[in-house]
Antibody, heavy 121, light 107 residues
């Protein structure tokens, strides 16, 4: 059974940093690209970033470019999101999602339960 | 960037009604379109991708039509378990935009 478990969320002040992690199990982690998707409470889904199977290709949503960095460690079956210069508008549940392909051009067939990031002073 | 416009933003229909949700892209997406269902308090699940390839287990009352830049998701006979927010997503290039979502409720 595919499992994605996020961690690292919490309350942080504007301008500070936070690192999210997503631990994967139940599948060959390096067979799939991975993504971070966020959802502000009561709002819609917003894609944040994606990384292909071997970290050779990454992409970001415009509002997080230069502030967020997606990475992965296939040896540890883990996906990460380093978030710097956080803004109040970054407040959301952050989900890791499995791409159905090795590249970052596929749909998402599995989602983690999410971790809540709250940016507030 | 390709923009996705989904409509309506919400709808209320009776059990057994036919329900239609549309998704329009500002440019042709070459059928790189997926639809997700998110029930209240739950995670999104993928209903279909490549514009018309359904995931295993999706009820036959769900269907899709369209191509290029205009797509439609139809529920032929709305059931109580279909109460959810539905999102379309284009995934062939960055940003992988989601539509704004359509909240489907029972009247």
């Amino acid at each position: 059974e595919v499992q994605l478990v996020e961690s690292g969320g919490g309350l942080v002040q504007p301008g500070r940093s936070l690192r999210l992690s997503c631990e994967a199990s139940g599948f060959n982690f390096d067979d799939n690209a991975m993504h971070w998707v966020r959802q502000a409470p009561g709002k819609g889904l917003e894609w944040v970033a994606g990384i292909n199977w071997n970290s050779g290709s990454v992409a970001y949503e415009d509002s997080v470019k230069g502030r967020f960095t997606i990475s992965r460690d296939n040896a540890k079956n883990s996906l990460y999101l380093e978030m710097n210069s956080l803004k109040t508008e970054d407040t959301a549940f952050y989900y890791c999602a499995r791409d159905m392909t090795t590249q970052i051009y596929g749909p998402y067939d599995s989602w983690g339960q999410g971790t809540l990031v709250t940016v507030s002073s | 960037d390709i923009q996705i416009t989904q409509s309506p933003s919400s709808l209320s229909a009776s059990v057994g009604d036919r329900v239609t949700i549309t998704c329009r892209a500002s440019q042709v997406t070459a059928n790189y379109l997926a639809w997700y269902q998110q029930k209240p308090g739950k995670l999104p699940i993928i209903l279909l991708y490549a514009a018309s390839t359904f995931q295993s287990g999706v009820p036959s009352r769900f269907s899709v039509s369209g191509s290029g830049a205009d797509f439609t998701l139809t529920i032929s006979s709305l059931q109580p378990e279909d109460v959810a927010t539905y999102y379309c997503q284009k995934y062939n290039s960055a940003p992988r935009a989601f539509g704004q979502g359509t909240k489907v409720q029972i009247k």
